[in-house]
């Protein structure tokens, strides 16, 4: 697990390497039961592909959360399939013994979510398991995915937005996560009309390996929200990358 990173540290380009492998993102979810609960473990994978182009060059990380606590070790998916379109292939989950937070019963779901410091105003999704216990991903590299399984942003209890970090030609609708700072604005939009917004905490570059489910997916006394995406140096031999980068962020002004 990577280090705090204080706020507002001078921004290093990050350094591009040549002919560097435009990748797929593939969300992947698995779940395991904690101590405190049933509560699901979410990681971003990716799948290789080929292109000359070099991803967008993001800055320092926020700072991560006061206290982690970090999961035993997952293994990585080796599964995930190439495709030649930019939607990404699924990845596995394992059913967990007890839902990672009550899903929503009211029909309600989420629509759009924007990020004016970054420049995101993107459609959302809803992303779950299939009858094989296959998350589907989003399709579009431009869209969002909600976890439905889990809260409606705006509820008490941590909800989770899941997006693509890149495809084979352009950067995807998280591309960009790592420039947010504490106090960034997230809005995001139901299908009944009302807004929650969020502002930006904290976040976390995480190895998937050592990811802190508990402090990710643990309940909390408000509502929450975490925005995930893949981050780290690239495996080759995997065909992943070594790290998430979390977003975590609390409701500042209630739906209406």
């Not at 395991?32 to 971003?44: C, F, M, P």
């Not at 997952?74 to 599964?79: A, G, K, M, T």
């Not at 970090?165 to 139901?190: H, M, N, P």
């Amino acid at each position: 697990m990577s280090d705090p990173t204080p706020l507002l540290r001078p921004r290093r380009p990050r350094r591009r390497r040549q002919r560097r492998r435009r990748l797929l993102l593939t969300a992947v979810v698995a779940a395991s039961t904690l101590a405190v609960g049933g509560i699901a473990t979410v990681w971003i994978s990716t799948t290789r592909m080929a292109t000359d182009a070099a991803p967008a060059a993001v800055s320092s990380p926020l700072p991560s959360p006061a206290t982690l606590s970090e999961a035993p070790p997952q293994s990585r998916d080796s599964n995930a399939s190439n495709s030649a379109s930019n939607s990404a292939s699924a990845g596995r989950i394992q059913d967990p013994v007890a839902p990672a937070a009550p899903a929503d019963l009211t029909g309600v779901t989420v629509e759009r979510v924007q990020i004016p410091a970054i420049d995101v105003d993107a459609a959302v999704e809803l992303i779950d398991r299939d009858a094989a216990g296959i998350l589907q991903p989003p399709t579009e590299w431009a869209d969002a995915g909600w976890y439905s399984a889990g809260v409606l942003p705006g509820a008490i209890g941590p909800a989770v937005l899941a997006g693509h970090l890149d495809t084979t030609e352009r950067a995807a609708v998280f591309a960009r996560l790592k420039e947010l700072t504490a106090g960034d604005t997230i809005i995001v939009t139901l299908t009944d009309g009302t807004q929650a917004t969020f502002a930006v905490d904290s976040a976390l570059d995480t190895s998937k390996v050592a990811f802190p489910t508990d402090e990710v997916y643990g309940p909390t006394p408000d509502a929450q929200l975490r925005l995930i995406t893949c981050n780290g140096p690239y495996d080759d031999a995997a065909q992943s990358y070594a790290n998430n980068f979390v977003v975590f962020a609390s409701l500042v002004a209630p739906g209406e």
